[in-house]
């Protein structure tokens, strides 16, 4: 737990967002770093314990409600004296792309998220072009962050032991998008046509999503999507929307 909170380099500067309180053991030595806690669990069973556990500090603020619907720029907007704002999670792995998405696209303007995701989740997340496990999701988090696996947790760590190993993942939100395209919304729907049907060749697969190929390119179009980095995906859509 020390490791995760070290993970987000955390000062009396800072305001953490912690989803998943539980019974608070990862909020506490986020709270003895951090400036201020706001820490949100769904689970209404598991306020009190997480209250007597953390009863000792004035800098948390336990909210019992679901991230996924609560307003989070609201929450944050109450606590404004500090710097920075960070993320810590700790949730439910089918969650998580949701809730990276979530959080990237959060007005409130994190500017780091830590989360503990399954290993090959993460392997995804980094991984470069021509891997196997490089995909649309890849393509969206470098898009808006700069990703990195901290370490990694195996499935003994955790009781009872899940069938998967897990990693925390650092992104580090940047100030504009690591490329610059005319038209994200046409962008990203390249980056899923390519994916979406990733054993095609990449003009096939666009024209089946009815992406009309450019009249002039240097990028293949025999080539499979997989292939292209995130530069080459928005030369791409620049052309086609030209």
């Not at 049907?197 to 080539?223: C, F, H, V, Y």
């Amino acid at each position: 737990m020390n490791k995760i909170a070290d993970a987000a380099v955390l000062s009396k500067d800072d305001i953490v967002l912690e989803v998943g309180t539980g019974i608070g053991t990862l909020t506490w030595p986020l709270a003895s770093k951090a400036g201020f806690v706001v820490t949100v669990e769904v689970d209404k069973k598991l306020i009190p314990p997480a209250k007597e556990s953390l009863k000792g500090f004035e800098n948390i603020d336990i909210i019992n409600e679901d991230i996924m619907k609560c307003n989070i720029l609201e929450i944050m907007d109450k606590h404004p004296d500090f710097k920075h704002r960070k993320v810590v999670a700790n949730v439910p792995y089918y969650i998580t792309t949701p809730l990276i998405s979530l959080m990237i696209g959060s007005e409130a303007k994190f500017e780091t998220i830590v989360i503990t995701i399954q290993k090959e989740v993460a392997q995804r997340i980094v991984s470069k072009p021509g891997n196997k496990r490089y995909g649309s999701l890849t393509v969206f988090v470098n898009y808006y962050t700069r990703p990195e696996i901290v370490f990694n947790i195996p499935r003994s760590a955790f009781v009872p032991p899940p069938e998967v190993d897990s990693a925390v993942i650092r992104l580090n939100v940047l100030d504009k998008p690591s490329v610059t395209v005319k038209d994200e919304k046409l962008f990203f729907r390249l980056v899923r046509a390519a994916f979406n049907q990733r054993r095609k060749m990449l003009k096939n697969a666009l024209e089946a999503a009815k992406i009309d190929w450019p009249a002039s390119t240097d990028i293949d179009g025999k080539r499979r999507g997989e292939t292209l980095s995130i530069e080459e995906f928005a030369k791409l859509a620049d052309l086609i929307s030209a």
